[in-house]
T-cell receptor, first 112, second 111 residues
Framework: GENVEQHPSTLSVQEGDSAVIKCTYS??????FPWYKQELGKRPQLIID?????GEKKDQRIAVTLNKTAKHFSLHITETQPEDSAVYFC???????????FGPGTSLSVIP | SQTIHQWPATLVQPVGSPLSLECTVE??????LYWYRQAAGRGLQLLFY??????ISSEVPQNLSASRPQDRQFILSSKKLLLSDSGFYLC??????????FGPGTRLTVT
């Protein structure tokens, strides 16, 4: 089955700097890659996603890139703000089943 | 618009007691439904998912079970809780293989 790895597990950046979180997946048939943000004590919220026919997608300060050959994808946050502090999860979904496999998460701290 | 509800929001139960958590979705038909558990400071563990009424797939063998008695209702149960069942239980729905939306969660403490 699908396995998703995520690095780093914790990340601390200064406000205004960029943050990058990287994920790898094992199932070459996966074609959907969402990213979720979870603030302390709250539910995960979908912040951006990318599908296998697209190499990059951007939404304001957030961007995702996908390299299907290498089976890895990344989340880039520019001009970080304290409210970006949260746990971020990457995930991958294959074609033959209706489920999403999540990475272990990255705890991002943005220092004012 | 679609809305997902979970209850209760918090629950404290003794070891060996039964459990029933409920999840309902409004504003959509025939959603895919999912149960996840999140231990403190950990990731999301998929427990069960359902693509239709009466169709349940189990991801992790344990003392939990799930049922889908109605199209938009998903129930997580246990006959006897263990200490290790403590965690944050999240229900989620999707319209297919793509975007999943989570409910507010139930925080379960087994004492």
């Amino acid at each position: 089955g699908e396995n998703v790895e995520q690095h780093p597990s914790t990340l601390s950046v200064q406000e205004g700097d960029s943050a990058v979180i990287k994920c790898t997946y094992s199932d070459s048939a996966s074609n959907y890659f969402p990213w979720y943000k979870q603030e302390l004590g709250k539910r995960p919220q979908l912040i951006i996603d990318i599908r296998s026919n697209v190499g990059e997608k951007k939404d304001q300060r957030i961007a995702v890139t996908l390299n299907k050959t290498a089976k890895h994808f990344s989340l880039h946050i520019t001009e970080t703000q304290p409210e970006d502090s949260a746990v971020y999860f990457c995930a991958a979904s294959g074609t033959s089943y209706d489920k999403v496999i999540f990475g272990p998460g990255t705890s991002l701290s943005v220092i004012p | 618009s679609q809305t997902i509800h979970q209850w209760p929001a918090t629950l404290v139960q003794p070891v060996g007691s039964p459990l029933s958590l409920e999840c309902t979705v409004e504003g959509t038909s025939n959603p895919n439904l999912y149960w996840y558990r999140q231990a403190a400071g950990r990731g999301l563990q998929l427990l069960f998912y359902s693509v239709g009424i009466g169709q349940i797939s189990s991801e992790v063998p344990q003392n939990l079970s799930a049922s889908r008695p109605q199209d938009r209702q998903f129930i997580l149960s246990s006959k006897k809780l263990l200490l290790s069942d403590s965690g944050f239980y999240l229900c989620a729905w999707s319209a297919g293989r793509y975007e999943q939306y989570f409910g507010p969660g139930t925080r379960l403490t087994v004492t």
